[in-house]
T-cell receptor
Framework: GESVGLHLPTLSVQEGDNSIINCAYS??????FIWYKQESGKGPQFIID?????DKRQGQRVTVLLNKTVKHLSLQIAATQPGDSAVYFC?????????????FGTGTRLKVLA | DVKVTQSSRYLVKRTGEKVFLECVQD?????MFWYRQDPGLGLRLIYF???????EKGDIPEGYSVSREKKERFSLILESASTNQTSMYLC?????????????FGPGTRLLVL
């Protein structure tokens, strides 16, 4: 079936290093993708998005890369900080029955080591 | 900034009780959503609404109902709570414009049904 998944459930990164979180999606018709950050006990927080007509988008310390050929999405966090520790998950948007539907991944836990 | 608030952060209810979860957004968003989040399953859509008094079933509507009497408020109702409805409930809202349909989430309500 269709799914949005993450390659690694937990990622440990040294403070100051760059982090790369990956996401695979299976619906080639999806036209919009979002990365969310969810800290413990809080709701998901929007980080960055990208449309299917782009392959890269940069924000503040974050970059999202989209490879439609292999249906792969990644989130890169530069100079990872302790405050980046959280669960990160991706979401894809597709059209289903004439309306947009979001499919969410299960998440990767990022641990920043001091 | 978009602000989505949920009436309770934590709730403990007994089996068979009627439970109301309230969500309010202050950005005049047309779309509102209710999800539940369970470990290893990602976000699953319960119900959504694209307009006042309008509602659509999501992927797991059984055991739930919703109400959207005002644009800013979307309520989730558990008619008769059961233990398998113990979960984290997340409300989200978004603009109706196709290019700006990013969903913004509230802090979540953690519901425990005994």
């Amino acid at each position: 079936g269709e799914s949005v998944g993450l390659h690694l459930p937990t990622l440990s990164v040294q403070e100051g290093d760059n982090s790369i979180i990956n996401c695979a999606y299976s619906n080639s018709a999806s036209d919009y993708f979002i990365w969310y950050k969810q800290e413990s006990g809080k709701g998901p927080q929007f980080i960055i998005d990208i449309r299917s007509n782009m392959d890269k988008r940069q924000g503040q310390r974050v970059t999202v890369l989209l490879n439609k050929t292999v249906k792969h999405l990644s989130l890169q966090i530069a100079a990872t900080q302790p405050g980046d520790s959280a669960v990160y998950f991706c979401a894809e948007r597709k059209i289903q029955s004439g309306t947009y539907k979001y499919i969410f991944g299960t998440g990767t836990r990022l641990k920043v080591l001091a | 900034d978009v602000k989505v608030t949920q009436s309770s952060r934590y709730l403990v209810k007994r089996t068979g009780e009627k439970v109301f979860l309230e969500c309010v957004q202050d950005m005049d968003h047309e779309n509102m959503f209710w999800y539940r989040q369970d470990p290893g399953l990602g976000l699953r859509l319960i119900y959504f609404s694209y307009d006042v008094k309008m509602k659509e079933k999501g992927d797991i509507p059984e055991g739930y109902s919703v109400s959207r009497e005002k644009k800013e408020r979307f309520s989730l109702i558990l008619e008769s709570a059961s233990t398998n409805q113990t979960s984290m409930y997340l409300c989200a809202s978004s603009l109706a414009r196709r290019q700006k349909e990013t969903q913004y989430f509230g802090p979540g309500t953690r519901l425990l049904v005994l």
